[in-house]
Protein backbone atom coordinates (compact mmCIF):
# COMPACT_ATOMS: atom_id res chain seq x y z
CA UNK A 1 0.00 0.00 0.00
CA UNK A 2 1.21 3.58 -0.37
CA UNK A 3 1.05 4.32 3.31
CA UNK A 4 3.21 1.47 4.07
CA UNK A 5 0.54 -0.37 5.50
CA UNK A 6 0.35 -4.70 4.72
CA UNK A 7 -2.11 -5.01 1.94
CA UNK A 8 -5.38 -6.97 2.83
CA UNK A 9 -8.53 -8.33 2.31
CA UNK A 10 -11.12 -5.23 3.17
CA UNK A 11 -14.92 -5.26 3.86
CA UNK A 12 -17.59 -2.67 5.05
CA UNK A 13 -21.33 -3.31 6.23
CA UNK A 14 -23.55 -0.93 6.97
CA UNK A 15 -26.73 -1.65 9.37
CA UNK A 16 -29.91 0.01 8.51
CA UNK A 17 -31.62 -0.46 11.99
CA UNK A 18 -28.53 0.93 13.99
CA UNK A 19 -27.05 3.15 11.52
CA UNK A 20 -23.87 1.85 12.21
CA UNK A 21 -20.65 0.55 9.55
CA UNK A 22 -18.59 -1.93 10.47
CA UNK A 23 -15.51 -1.40 8.66
CA UNK A 24 -13.10 -5.06 8.73
CA UNK A 25 -10.09 -5.50 7.69
CA UNK A 26 -7.68 -9.13 7.54
CA UNK A 27 -4.19 -8.20 6.89
CA UNK A 28 -2.60 -10.57 4.50
CA UNK A 29 0.20 -13.21 5.31
CA UNK A 30 3.58 -13.51 4.10
CA UNK A 31 2.60 -16.56 2.21
CA UNK A 32 -0.46 -15.29 0.46
CA UNK A 33 1.49 -12.04 -0.62
CA UNK A 34 4.17 -14.08 -2.39
CA UNK A 35 1.54 -16.18 -4.44
CA UNK A 36 -0.07 -13.17 -5.18
CA UNK A 37 2.92 -11.61 -7.06
CA UNK A 38 4.30 -14.74 -8.35
CA UNK A 39 0.76 -15.07 -10.27
CA UNK A 40 0.67 -11.57 -11.28
CA UNK A 41 3.89 -11.39 -13.04
CA UNK A 42 3.27 -15.14 -14.48
CA UNK A 43 0.24 -12.94 -16.20
CA UNK A 44 2.11 -10.57 -17.65
CA UNK A 45 5.20 -13.10 -18.90
CA UNK A 46 2.20 -14.39 -20.91
CA UNK A 47 0.23 -11.94 -21.93
CA UNK A 48 4.13 -10.42 -23.05
CA UNK A 49 4.82 -13.85 -24.60
CA UNK A 50 1.47 -14.06 -26.81
CA UNK A 51 1.67 -10.64 -27.60
CA UNK A 52 5.17 -11.45 -29.11
CA UNK A 53 4.02 -14.39 -30.46
CA UNK A 54 1.22 -12.82 -32.52
CA UNK A 55 3.41 -10.39 -33.97
CA UNK A 56 5.56 -13.00 -35.38
CA UNK A 57 2.56 -14.50 -36.95
CA UNK A 58 1.66 -11.31 -38.26
CA UNK A 59 4.91 -9.88 -39.55
CA UNK A 60 5.20 -13.46 -41.02
CA UNK A 61 1.84 -13.20 -43.10
CA UNK A 62 2.62 -9.56 -44.19
CA UNK A 63 5.96 -11.19 -45.64
CA UNK A 64 4.22 -13.89 -47.02
CA UNK A 65 1.13 -11.69 -49.07
CA UNK A 66 4.04 -9.19 -49.66
CA UNK A 67 5.76 -11.96 -51.35
CA UNK A 68 3.30 -13.61 -53.42
CA UNK A 69 2.18 -9.92 -54.29
CA UNK A 70 5.18 -9.66 -55.85
CA UNK A 71 4.89 -13.08 -57.50
CA UNK A 72 1.82 -12.13 -58.80
CA UNK A 73 3.26 -8.94 -60.27
CA UNK A 74 6.16 -10.35 -61.89
CA UNK A 75 4.10 -13.18 -62.94
CA UNK A 76 1.19 -11.10 -64.91
CA UNK A 77 4.22 -9.08 -66.78
CA UNK A 78 5.27 -12.23 -67.98
CA UNK A 79 2.16 -13.59 -69.37
CA UNK A 80 1.70 -10.19 -70.90
CA UNK A 81 4.31 -10.98 -72.67
CA UNK A 82 4.27 -14.31 -73.02
CA UNK A 83 7.36 -15.08 -70.73
CA UNK A 84 8.25 -18.37 -69.41
CA UNK A 85 7.96 -18.37 -65.83
CA UNK A 86 9.00 -20.72 -63.13
CA UNK A 87 5.81 -20.01 -61.20
CA UNK A 88 3.90 -21.99 -63.30
CA UNK A 89 5.51 -25.33 -61.49
CA UNK A 90 4.40 -24.06 -58.35
CA UNK A 91 2.36 -25.26 -55.76
CA UNK A 92 0.40 -22.95 -54.05
CA UNK A 93 -0.96 -23.01 -50.04
CA UNK A 94 -4.17 -21.85 -50.19
CA UNK A 95 -5.35 -18.38 -49.30
CA UNK A 96 -6.59 -16.01 -51.12
CA UNK A 97 -3.48 -14.32 -52.80
CA UNK A 98 -2.92 -17.82 -53.81
CA UNK A 99 -6.43 -18.84 -55.35
CA UNK A 100 -5.88 -15.75 -57.28
CA UNK A 101 -2.20 -17.14 -58.46
CA UNK A 102 -3.92 -20.11 -59.68
CA UNK A 103 -6.34 -18.56 -61.51
CA UNK A 104 -4.08 -16.21 -63.33
CA UNK A 105 -1.96 -19.69 -63.62
CA UNK A 106 -4.96 -21.68 -65.53
CA UNK A 107 -5.82 -18.24 -67.66
CA UNK A 108 -1.70 -18.26 -68.81
CA UNK A 109 -2.04 -22.20 -69.26
CA UNK A 110 -5.27 -21.75 -71.43
CA UNK A 111 -3.81 -18.77 -73.28
CA UNK A 112 -0.55 -20.90 -74.28
CA UNK A 113 -3.11 -23.98 -74.85
CA UNK A 114 -4.77 -21.63 -77.87
CA UNK A 115 -1.78 -19.92 -78.97
CA UNK A 116 -0.43 -23.91 -79.32
CA UNK A 117 -3.47 -24.54 -80.72
CA UNK A 118 -3.68 -21.54 -83.12
CA UNK A 119 -0.10 -22.10 -84.28
CA UNK A 120 -1.30 -25.81 -85.29
CA UNK A 121 -3.54 -24.82 -87.29
CA UNK A 122 -1.99 -22.26 -89.22
CA UNK A 123 0.66 -24.60 -90.01
CA UNK A 124 -1.91 -27.36 -91.58
CA UNK A 125 -3.33 -23.96 -93.56
CA UNK A 126 -0.22 -23.27 -94.59
CA UNK A 127 0.31 -27.16 -95.51
CA UNK A 128 -2.80 -26.87 -97.19
CA UNK A 129 -2.13 -23.61 -99.32
CA UNK A 130 1.00 -25.30 -100.17
CA UNK A 131 -0.66 -28.39 -101.29
CA UNK A 132 -3.05 -26.14 -103.14
CA UNK A 133 -0.47 -24.25 -105.09
CA UNK A 134 1.34 -28.11 -106.36
CA UNK A 135 -2.06 -29.49 -107.03
CA UNK A 136 -2.49 -26.44 -108.75
CA UNK A 137 1.13 -26.39 -110.77
CA UNK A 138 0.46 -30.38 -111.28
CA UNK A 139 -3.36 -29.47 -112.77
CA UNK A 140 -1.61 -26.97 -115.44
CA UNK A 141 1.33 -28.85 -116.03
CA UNK A 142 -1.28 -31.93 -116.79
CA UNK A 143 -3.80 -30.17 -118.90
CA UNK A 144 -1.02 -28.30 -120.96
CA UNK A 145 -0.16 -31.90 -122.33
CA UNK A 146 -3.78 -32.44 -124.20
CA UNK A 147 -4.39 -28.79 -124.69
CA UNK A 148 -0.89 -28.62 -126.71
CA UNK A 149 -1.80 -31.88 -128.69
CA UNK A 150 -5.43 -30.27 -129.68
CA UNK A 151 -3.97 -27.35 -130.48
CA UNK A 152 -1.42 -28.80 -133.09
CA UNK A 153 -3.51 -31.43 -134.85
CA UNK A 154 -6.13 -28.25 -135.38
CA UNK A 155 -3.98 -25.71 -136.49
CA UNK A 156 -2.73 -28.51 -139.08
CA UNK A 157 -6.13 -29.36 -140.16
CA UNK A 158 -6.60 -25.36 -140.65
CA UNK A 159 -4.02 -24.35 -142.43
CA UNK A 160 -4.19 -27.42 -144.60
CA UNK A 161 -7.49 -27.22 -146.15
CA UNK A 162 -5.90 -30.06 -148.77
CA UNK A 163 -5.42 -32.64 -146.58
CA UNK A 164 -6.56 -36.10 -147.63
CA UNK A 165 -9.56 -37.09 -145.95
CA UNK A 166 -8.32 -40.33 -144.27
CA UNK A 167 -5.41 -38.08 -142.53
CA UNK A 168 -8.02 -35.23 -141.66
CA UNK A 169 -9.87 -38.02 -139.77
CA UNK A 170 -7.09 -39.19 -137.98
CA UNK A 171 -6.36 -35.88 -136.52
CA UNK A 172 -9.85 -35.58 -135.62
CA UNK A 173 -9.70 -38.89 -133.38
CA UNK A 174 -6.59 -37.76 -131.72
CA UNK A 175 -8.36 -34.51 -130.67
CA UNK A 176 -11.08 -36.38 -129.52
CA UNK A 177 -8.79 -39.09 -127.53
CA UNK A 178 -7.42 -35.40 -126.17
CA UNK A 179 -11.14 -34.03 -125.19
CA UNK A 180 -11.64 -37.03 -123.51
CA UNK A 181 -8.64 -37.33 -121.47
CA UNK A 182 -9.06 -33.71 -120.42
CA UNK A 183 -12.82 -34.77 -119.73
CA UNK A 184 -11.32 -37.61 -117.56
CA UNK A 185 -8.83 -36.04 -115.34
CA UNK A 186 -11.73 -33.40 -115.09
CA UNK A 187 -14.15 -35.64 -113.46
CA UNK A 188 -11.66 -37.54 -111.38
CA UNK A 189 -10.16 -34.61 -109.64
CA UNK A 190 -13.98 -33.60 -109.09
CA UNK A 191 -14.24 -37.07 -107.45
CA UNK A 192 -11.26 -36.99 -105.19
CA UNK A 193 -12.40 -32.95 -103.75
CA UNK A 194 -16.30 -34.86 -102.99
CA UNK A 195 -14.26 -37.42 -101.06
CA UNK A 196 -11.93 -35.34 -99.10
CA UNK A 197 -14.06 -32.50 -98.45
CA UNK A 198 -16.80 -34.36 -97.89
CA UNK A 199 -19.29 -32.51 -99.75
CA UNK A 200 -20.27 -35.54 -101.07
CA UNK A 201 -20.45 -38.31 -98.33
CA UNK A 202 -20.54 -41.90 -99.08
CA UNK A 203 -23.62 -43.99 -98.28
CA UNK A 204 -22.95 -46.85 -96.89
CA UNK A 205 -25.30 -49.87 -97.83
CA UNK A 206 -25.04 -54.11 -97.40
CA UNK A 207 -23.50 -54.92 -100.86
CA UNK A 208 -21.97 -58.69 -102.20
CA UNK A 209 -18.77 -58.05 -102.98
CA UNK A 210 -18.96 -60.84 -105.14
CA UNK A 211 -21.43 -59.54 -107.17
CA UNK A 212 -20.06 -56.30 -107.37
CA UNK A 213 -16.75 -58.61 -108.38
CA UNK A 214 -18.77 -60.02 -111.65
CA UNK A 215 -19.55 -56.95 -112.86
CA UNK A 216 -16.21 -55.43 -112.43
CA UNK A 217 -14.79 -58.56 -114.64
CA UNK A 218 -17.20 -58.29 -117.74
CA UNK A 219 -16.32 -54.60 -118.11
CA UNK A 220 -12.66 -55.16 -117.56
CA UNK A 221 -11.95 -58.47 -119.75
CA UNK A 222 -11.93 -57.08 -123.18
CA UNK A 223 -8.49 -54.54 -121.67
CA UNK A 224 -6.76 -57.53 -119.84
CA UNK A 225 -7.60 -59.81 -122.66
CA UNK A 226 -5.36 -57.34 -124.71
CA UNK A 227 -2.56 -57.33 -122.61
CA UNK A 228 -3.00 -61.07 -122.37
CA UNK A 229 -3.60 -60.86 -118.97
CA UNK A 230 -6.21 -62.57 -116.52
CA UNK A 231 -7.83 -61.78 -113.38
CA UNK A 232 -8.70 -63.85 -110.26
CA UNK A 233 -10.07 -63.64 -107.06
CA UNK A 234 -11.40 -66.06 -104.00
CA UNK A 235 -14.32 -63.88 -103.37
CA UNK A 236 -16.87 -66.15 -102.02
CA UNK A 237 -20.38 -64.81 -102.78
CA UNK A 238 -21.84 -63.74 -99.01
CA UNK A 239 -19.24 -61.45 -98.55
CA UNK A 240 -21.04 -58.22 -97.38
CA UNK A 241 -19.11 -54.79 -96.94
CA UNK A 242 -20.50 -51.55 -95.80
CA UNK A 243 -20.38 -50.03 -99.25
CA UNK A 244 -22.20 -48.88 -102.73
CA UNK A 245 -21.76 -50.31 -105.92
CA UNK A 246 -20.28 -47.13 -107.79
CA UNK A 247 -17.64 -47.07 -104.75
CA UNK A 248 -16.46 -50.30 -104.81
CA UNK A 249 -16.55 -50.47 -108.97
CA UNK A 250 -14.15 -47.23 -109.02
CA UNK A 251 -11.60 -49.00 -106.54
CA UNK A 252 -11.49 -52.26 -108.08
CA UNK A 253 -11.96 -50.68 -111.34
CA UNK A 254 -9.05 -48.18 -111.01
CA UNK A 255 -6.73 -51.20 -109.62
CA UNK A 256 -7.50 -53.09 -112.17
CA UNK A 257 -6.85 -50.51 -115.10
CA UNK A 258 -3.71 -49.26 -113.53
CA UNK A 259 -1.91 -53.15 -113.03
CA UNK A 260 -3.16 -53.51 -116.93
CA UNK A 261 -1.21 -50.18 -118.19
CA UNK A 262 1.89 -50.59 -116.24
CA UNK A 263 2.79 -53.76 -114.72
CA UNK A 264 3.99 -55.35 -117.86
CA UNK A 265 2.32 -58.63 -115.77
CA UNK A 266 -0.01 -62.15 -116.80
CA UNK A 267 -2.14 -61.94 -113.92
CA UNK A 268 -4.01 -59.85 -111.28
CA UNK A 269 -5.58 -61.52 -108.55
CA UNK A 270 -7.67 -60.00 -105.53
CA UNK A 271 -8.31 -62.12 -102.43
CA UNK A 272 -8.92 -61.84 -98.55
CA UNK A 273 -5.60 -61.81 -96.61
CA UNK A 274 -7.46 -61.13 -92.95
CA UNK A 275 -10.30 -59.84 -91.45
CA UNK A 276 -11.50 -58.86 -87.67
CA UNK A 277 -15.03 -57.92 -86.03
CA UNK A 278 -15.10 -54.97 -88.30
CA UNK A 279 -13.08 -55.01 -91.22
CA UNK A 280 -11.83 -57.25 -94.04
CA UNK A 281 -8.19 -57.17 -95.54
CA UNK A 282 -7.42 -57.29 -98.78
CA UNK A 283 -4.64 -57.80 -100.82
CA UNK A 284 -4.59 -56.83 -104.67
CA UNK A 285 -1.45 -57.94 -106.55
CA UNK A 286 -0.27 -58.78 -109.72
CA UNK A 287 2.97 -60.86 -111.10
CA UNK A 288 4.54 -57.42 -113.47
CA UNK A 289 7.79 -55.95 -113.15
CA UNK A 290 7.27 -54.13 -109.56
CA UNK A 291 8.09 -51.16 -108.22
CA UNK A 292 11.28 -49.59 -107.26
CA UNK A 293 11.33 -48.49 -103.00
CA UNK A 294 11.76 -45.35 -103.71
CA UNK A 295 8.53 -44.57 -105.57
CA UNK A 296 5.89 -46.34 -103.51
CA UNK A 297 5.37 -43.52 -100.58
CA UNK A 298 4.45 -41.41 -103.94
CA UNK A 299 2.14 -44.07 -105.64
CA UNK A 300 -1.22 -41.84 -104.18
CA UNK A 301 0.19 -38.57 -104.96
CA UNK A 302 -1.76 -36.81 -107.71
CA UNK A 303 -0.15 -36.53 -111.21
CA UNK A 304 2.90 -38.86 -109.64
CA UNK A 305 4.30 -40.47 -112.52
CA UNK A 306 7.32 -43.08 -112.13
CA UNK A 307 8.77 -42.31 -115.80
CA UNK A 308 8.18 -38.44 -115.90
CA UNK A 309 9.69 -39.06 -119.90
CA UNK A 310 7.27 -41.45 -120.83
CA UNK A 311 4.37 -39.62 -122.05
CA UNK A 312 0.95 -41.70 -121.07
CA UNK A 313 -2.71 -41.38 -121.79
CA UNK A 314 -3.39 -41.62 -118.11
CA UNK A 315 -5.02 -38.57 -115.44
CA UNK A 316 -2.16 -39.84 -113.15
CA UNK A 317 -5.14 -39.46 -110.95
CA UNK A 318 -6.28 -43.08 -110.81
CA UNK A 319 -4.45 -44.67 -107.54
CA UNK A 320 -5.21 -41.30 -105.88
CA UNK A 321 -8.75 -41.61 -106.31
CA UNK A 322 -8.61 -45.10 -104.82
CA UNK A 323 -7.29 -43.97 -101.74
CA UNK A 324 -9.64 -41.00 -101.23
CA UNK A 325 -12.59 -43.58 -101.71
CA UNK A 326 -11.11 -46.60 -99.47
CA UNK A 327 -10.18 -43.91 -96.80
CA UNK A 328 -14.12 -42.38 -97.23
CA UNK A 329 -14.58 -45.87 -95.98
CA UNK A 330 -12.54 -44.94 -92.45
CA UNK A 331 -10.03 -48.46 -94.08
CA UNK A 332 -6.69 -47.83 -95.16
CA UNK A 333 -4.41 -48.44 -98.11
CA UNK A 334 -0.37 -49.30 -98.32
CA UNK A 335 1.39 -50.09 -101.33
CA UNK A 336 4.37 -52.90 -101.20
CA UNK A 337 6.60 -53.92 -103.80
CA UNK A 338 9.87 -56.03 -104.82
CA UNK A 339 11.56 -55.17 -108.35
CA UNK A 340 10.87 -57.87 -110.39
CA UNK A 341 8.14 -59.09 -108.18
CA UNK A 342 4.61 -57.30 -108.30
CA UNK A 343 3.31 -54.63 -107.31
CA UNK A 344 1.15 -55.45 -104.13
CA UNK A 345 -1.69 -53.31 -102.54
CA UNK A 346 -3.00 -53.75 -99.33
CA UNK A 347 -6.32 -52.09 -97.87
CA UNK A 348 -8.91 -53.09 -95.60
CA UNK A 349 -13.13 -52.05 -96.13
CA UNK A 350 -15.59 -52.70 -93.33
CA UNK A 351 -17.76 -55.21 -92.88
CA UNK A 352 -22.02 -55.39 -93.20
Same mark, same amino acid.
Given at each position: ???????????????????????? &? /?? %?????????? +????????????? #??????????????? *??? @?????? %??????????????? +????????????????????????? @?????? =??? *??? *?? =??? &???????????? &???? !?????? /?????????????????? /????????????????? =????????????????? +???????????????????????????????????? +??????????????????????? !???????????????? #?? *??????????????????????????? &??????? @? !????????? #??????????????????????????
Amino acid at each position: CSNGERPGSYSATYDKNTGILVHT &K /LP %FTDDILKIIT +KERYESIAILILI #TAILSVIAYAMAAFM *ERN @LKNLNA %FARDMAQNNNNPLLE +KTFTIDEADEISEQIVSLYNDKMSL @LEEKGK =LME *EEQ *EK =LRS &KRILANNISHEI &KTPI !GILQGY /LETIITHPEMEPELRTKF /LERCLQNVQRLNNMMTS =LSMITRLEDGTNAIVLE +KIDLYDAIQAIEEDTHSRLKEKNMTFTHDIKPGTYI +KSNTATIYTILHNLIKNAAKYSE !GTTISLHIAGEDSNFY #TF *EFTDDGKGVDKKHLPHLFERFYRIDKN &KDTEGSG @L !GLPIVQSAI #TAHNGTITAHSAEGKGLCFIFTLPKA
